[in-house]
DNA sequence: CCAAACATGTAACGGGTTACATGATTAC
DNA sequence: GTAATCATGTAACCCGTTACATGTTTGG
């Protein structure tokens, strides 16, 4: 039960359409919480029924028209309310590892080509938020909300650089592995 | 579609029943593929059918009655594809970071307490993936599965030492937060 | 005018989660 | 004998994914 508050959030910070939200969600809160406009369209169908939302007016209520979207009172109280909320995190669920684990049995075969890729991929990952920190972070900004930002932002990129790390570490251990 | 094959690995290393699976689920494979007693046998049932593995004979098919599997040739076979085909990394998913950046919309009342139970919560996993590492992996062993099953840990152990660094500095942060 | 892009949906499916059901074995 | 535990399942629901459908605006 994410992705409506993950609305929520995006639409307080500013009013959007169906489409527009999507765009949003493909970079800045879509980079921990991603979605699809299938997803999101169903959503927002939810969350007006509940009067979490409502289109702003002069909107048709027509195919094809855009609709924009607003937060009502009763969708911030609940957003505030599940912020606040106390919630376990969701155990680790990771392939790779999994695919590891299973070469252990069945034979690396394969693998090292994959491991090299997703190492190329977490690189490129790195280098666009460590952009976003620079541009979005100068030493100056530091109001409570440029604060909170960072720190997600900065999840991100230790994240990142952890990956880059152990797939590094990964591959020198396979170099050294017989019959690779 | 990471299931099947996590139990094709399970079953690899070890013949056996869905209980048993599940108990296993709950340490080893499950720090990093977690699943139910409720999935274990749906997926069962479908191996099975697929003719990937098979209950071994001398087990009646009876409710109540304890059932071992094991991998027959077509399942070792599928899981050796699989584990060699190449995937993407799915994208991070996490409801911290969300609920963060929801906070900076709504405030921060209430996420500090969760903050300190999850650095808490991390801090205890990675006490318990340390003491595996010192039980299971002492300095001399180093066959091929070995590394790659240390490779595994060494990923888990490096995750959580992130989250709590992560964790302490997101409250370090928070106590410089006006209105906390 | 027509193709591309914009914009909003519907339908079907599969995996994960939760609640519940049922039979067999063991401990007291 | 009966309560707890072991063991295997069924059913319903929600979310994420994929494929497809439909209408509108804009550019050439």
Chains 1, 2 share one sequence.
Do not use: C
Request: glycine content about 6%; aromatic content about 8%; proline content about 6%.
């Amino acid at each position: 039960m994410s992705l409506p508050h993950a609305i929520l959030t995006a639409l307080l910070e500013k009013p959007s359409s169906g489409l527009e939200l999507t765009r949003r969600f493909d970079k800045s809160i879509g980079y921990f919480w991603s979605a699809t406009h299938q997803q999101i369209y169903r959503e927002l169908g939810r969350l007006e029924a509940e009067g979490h939302i409502r289109a702003l007016p002069a909107a048709q209520p027509a195919r094809g028209q855009k609709k924009n979207y607003e937060v009502l009172a009763a969708g911030r109280d609940e957003l505030a309310r599940w912020t606040a909320a106390g919630q376990d995190p969701k155990p680790l669920r990771d392939t790779m590892l999994l695919r590891l684990r299973a070469a252990a049995v069945v034979g690396t075969t394969g693998i090292e080509t994959d491991l090299r890729r997703h190492l190329a991929l977490h690189q490129r990952q790195l280098a666009e938020y460590q952009e976003i920190e620079q541009r979005d972070f100068p030493p100056g900004k530091d109001s409570p909300q440029d604060r909170l930002h960072h720190l997600v932002l900065r999840a991100g990129i230790d994240l990142e650089t952890f990956w880059t790390r152990w797939f590094e570490h990964a591959l020198e251990e396979f170099a050294q592995l017989p019959g690779s």
